[in-house]
């Protein structure tokens, strides 16, 4: 161990500090005590412990106070009351503070060890995550900036040179014209894999929320099925849309509400069978405009329900009816949170799924939305 | 177009410029090739072109923004169509591929992603020059 612990106690009982001082081992520890909370917060400030205990109940600024204060200073910093009134809504309020656990006094050289050490580990573990989460931000960013330039430059000028040669090919044999098509699709798959990928490690939410305004959802759903609608008719999927008006306008970005509306249709059309339906619905309820999208394709397996909105997961179900890597609803489920939504799906193996969006509503801007259509249908697919 | 149309491509890329430049030969255009911004901005100031296609992330960076910027502020230059053809993902140009994107750098641009199919992209060069025409004329 190349870091000794730094440890602070904050109690205005010298006994406290003594026998505190006496159990917790000189050598594995760097102990420091303060008799109240001003001077223990000074000592937060210039130390920088890594655990600290608070007595909660002391002379001048209560031990709650400090553990606001503390968390003010350094969030990653592990704190853990004392407190001589083991009731248990005192810890719970502790806790709520931010605390991490609770030691009721008096107590044990054992019972001061363990917590000491659960604390240390809590704190070390806190740390690992935060040099994490730092080092995962630094190849997000460095890779989404390597992939978007040095890989998709190199396949665009292949890509735009093989569109050339097609378009001049009346000198190349059919089975040559053959091999440039099929040269064109894979570059075209690699291209598109790259940009879901791309999308999946750099979309950005927090820059979402500063383009906020209020969006109208019918009209998302309406650009979203615009677009998912080429591939509805090559599936003779028909999508039926029914909004029940009306409907107030949302806080948002529409393009990517829009964007979610499209993973979540396109995965609806992927995952039909041929000639098939999609029901799309839209109403305002209890304050919260909720669109869910229906379809009676391949369905989803009770165990992976579970696992479907994480990033690069495809279930057993959907492994063989499509390709792709799986990411989309993940982007999804980030795009609706960032809007404060939520997304939920129920779904029964062999029957098809829903998928359900919930958005609050707009509420300072109460909006009539223009059309007046009840329901509507739209992309009816092929001749069925 | 009764006259050959005089087009400036500015990227750094020579092997995708020569993809593009192939397919605007073929369809009948006379297109001068500039592989960096410098060198593009010269051949703009110092002879007359019909359209500019413009790459976006050249160099150090957005280095065709800075082009765009300096046509801009010249009052023939701000006139040119400017097709911006880029590798950055646009999620606009993402949702609705083929629909018109207008970034609004000069007076009369679009915008679409590398690469570009043929007929997307002859079909942007003769609406950009026509609309420029057609400006010119009113």
Known sequence: MKHVPRILIIDDEEVVLDSCALILDKGEH???????????LELVESLRPDLV?????????????????????????????ITGYATVSSAVEAMKKGAYDFLPKPFTPEELRLITRRGLEKRSLVLETMALKREREIMRENFAAIVSHELKSPLGAVQQNLFAMTRDSGTASEKDK???EKMKTRIDDLMKLIHKWLRGISVDMASIKENFEPVSVTACIEKAIES???????????????????????????????????NILGNAIKYSHVGTQIAVSTEEKDGRIVTSVTDSGVGIAEEDLPMIFDGFYRAES??????????????TRRIIEAHDGSIAVYSELGKGSTFVLSLPVLRSAPSEEPGTEGVKDTAKGGTG | MSEKAKLLMIDDDPDFVEGIKAILDDAGYDVDVAYNPDDGFKALKSQHYDLL??????????EGVMIARKMRKDPV?????????TGIREQIAFLFPGQAVHPGFVATDELVEKPV???LLLEKVSTLLRTAAEKKAT
């Open chain 1, 30 to 40: 760097e102990l420091t005590t303060a008799g109240n909370g001003v001077e223990g």
């Open chain 1, 53 to 81: 205990f608070v007595d909660l109940k002391m002379p001048g600024i209560s031990g709650f106070e400090v553990l606001e204060k503390i968390r003010a200073i350094d969030p990653s910093i592990v704190t853990v009351v």
């Open chain 1, 178 to 180: 053959e091999r440039l």
């Open chain 1, 228 to 262: 998912t609608t080429p591939e509805a008719v090559r599936k003779d999927v028909g999508i039926a849309d029914a909004v029940h008006e009306p409907i107030r306008l949302v806080l948002g970005d529409e393009v990517s509400l829009t964007e979610a509306l499209v």
């Open chain 1, 318 to 331: 959907g492994k063989a009816a499509a390709g792709g890597v799986g990411l989309g609803l993940a982007i």
């Open chain 2, 53 to 62: 296609l413009l790459d976006i992330m050249m160099g150090r960076g957005a």
């Open chain 2, 77 to 85: 230059l701000n006139e040119m169509p400017v097709l911006i053809i």
């Open chain 2, 117 to 119: 199919e043929p007929d």
